[in-house]
């Protein structure tokens, strides 16, 4: 744990000398899902391989940059391609950027990916907002030692995903006329996708989206006390009594055609947040 402490601290003393600002959101993107950079007012672009102690991201569509700058006037920390347990990291390791932003200051985490839909209502291309989840990677961020100063020991998380900020996105999403699904997310480890027999058994437990990120970030984001909103893009569904092949491609190029509603989703909501300066 003294060890993992020091690169936490390592990380963030580099970032605190280069940073032109707190972050107070931070934002963290999956797989086709980047493009959200456009609408940033760039201070400070790094690739994570340039940060002291960040992984690297391995996934395709994972452009593997920290962006920091301001959308509609919130200052923010924007994370183009995140880390997987797959990848072969601990979810310590992984989550280990959204530890360091904590520390820096950021108080609200703002998390999407592109999922798998279970849930037969849901379309491809549907945005759903997350309010709960069920992990299934066989590993906790807060596993180990706990260090006091960063979080409790046993987080409550039976609150994980804000209310607020689900209905403030909610009134975005209405204002622009982009539907809104509400779901369970449920994180499997990977890389391999999903059997018809594992489909239908995820969706017996509850879980109306599947992939195979997101969960680890959240729980290290609730433990600092951030809040945090989280959103599936639904790249495809699959019934399990008519299963069709998944293709990491299919996934990559329905998650990239919904990835401007999700951009007008995430801009508008930044500009009605209330980001005061420290």
């Known amino acids: 744990m003294n060890s993992y402490r020091q690169k936490v601290e ?6 605190e000398k280069r940073l032109p600002f707190r972050p107070s959101v931070t934002i963290m993107l999956g797989t086709g899902l980047g493009g959200l950079s ?10 994570y ?10 996934a395709p569509e994972h452009a593997g940059n920290l962006l920091v700058g301001r959308i509609g006037g919130t200052r ?9 347990y797959y990848e072969g990291y601990s979810t310590r390791k992984l989550t280990l950027p959204v530890r360091v932003m904590s520390l820096a200051g950021s108080r609200v985490l703002v998390t999407c990916n592109a999922s798998g839909g279970l849930n037969l209502n849901f379309e491809s291309g549907d945005l759903m907002l997350i309010k ?16 006091e100063e960063w979080g409790p020991r046993f987080p409550d998380l039976s609150d994980a995903y804000s209310q607020a ?5 909610r009134g975005v999403g209405g204002s622009f006329g982009i539907l809104l699904r509400e779901g369970v997310f449920v994180c499997v480890p990977g890389p391999s996708l999903e059997t018809p027999a594992e489909t239908r058994y995820l969706r017996l437990i509850g879980a109306d989206a599947v992939a195979m990120s997101l969960v680890p970030e959240v729980i290290v984001a609730r433990h ?20 069709r092949p998944i293709l990491i491609e299919d996934v990559v190029a329905q998650a990239e055609k919904s990835e401007k509603n999700l951009e007008r989703l995430l801009e508008g909501l930044l500009m009605e947040y209330p980001d005061e300066e420290e």
């Open 10 to 15: 390592e990380a963030l003393e580099f970032l």
């Open 165 to 169: 900020l689900r209905k403030l996105a």
């Open 76 to 84: 923010c920390a924007l994370f183009q391609g995140r880390f997987h």
């Open 224 to 243: 600092a006390g951030m809040e945090v909103l989280g959103i599936s893009v639904i790249a495809n569904v699959n019934n399990p009594d008519d299963f």
């Open 49 to 58: 391989r340039a940060i002291p102690n960040f992984p690297v991201s391995t």
């Open 38 to 47: 456009e609408a940033m007012e760039v201070e400070l672009s790094l690739p």
């Open 132 to 147: 709960d989840h069920i992990n299934l990677i066989p590993d906790n961020p807060l596993r180990g030692e706990n260090i």
